[in-house]
């Protein structure tokens, strides 16, 4: 019943651009908070990339900072990564995951409830 799917990866060269959603079904993520994280090939899965909160702040790795940005559309129960000015180190299976009443300070994976499956991204010229 409860889901979480993601989508819009692909392969872009880089400096591109590519706008991931995360749509939740069988719950409201208004009660959650959100969080993008990826895996790299070979290597583990990092700490939350960004978060949103359920009270709008929000909270972004260094490593994205500045380049990606977190939202919400409510009406579509639906979160989106915005990702700018893309490097090939940020090659990697994006997921998105929500942490029942989560806050900015939820960053770790064990914190969170539900998973989508990934989503690829190819940064590459």
């Known amino acids: 019943q409860v889901q979480v799917v993601e989508s819009g990866g692909g392969l872009v060269q880089p400096g591109g651009s590519l706008r991931l959603s995360c749509a939740a079904s069988g719950f409201t993520l208004d009660k959650y908070a959100i969080g993008w994280f990826r895996q790299a090939p070979g290597k583990e899965r990092e700490g939350a990339l960004c978060v949103s909160s359920r009270d709008g702040s929000t909270y972004y790795a260094d490593s994205v900072k500045g380049r990606f940005t977190i939202s919400r559309d409510n009406a579509k129960n639906t979160v989106l990564l915005q990702m700018n000015s893309l490097k090939p180190e940020d090659t990697a299976v994006y997921y998105c995951?929500?942490?029942?009443?989560?806050?900015?300070?939820?960053?770790?994976?064990?914190?969170?409830?539900?998973w989508g499956q990934g989503t690829q991204v190819i940064v590459s010229s």
């Open positions: 995951a929500a942490a029942l009443f989560g806050t900015s300070a939820t960053r770790y994976g064990y914190e969170y409830d539900y």
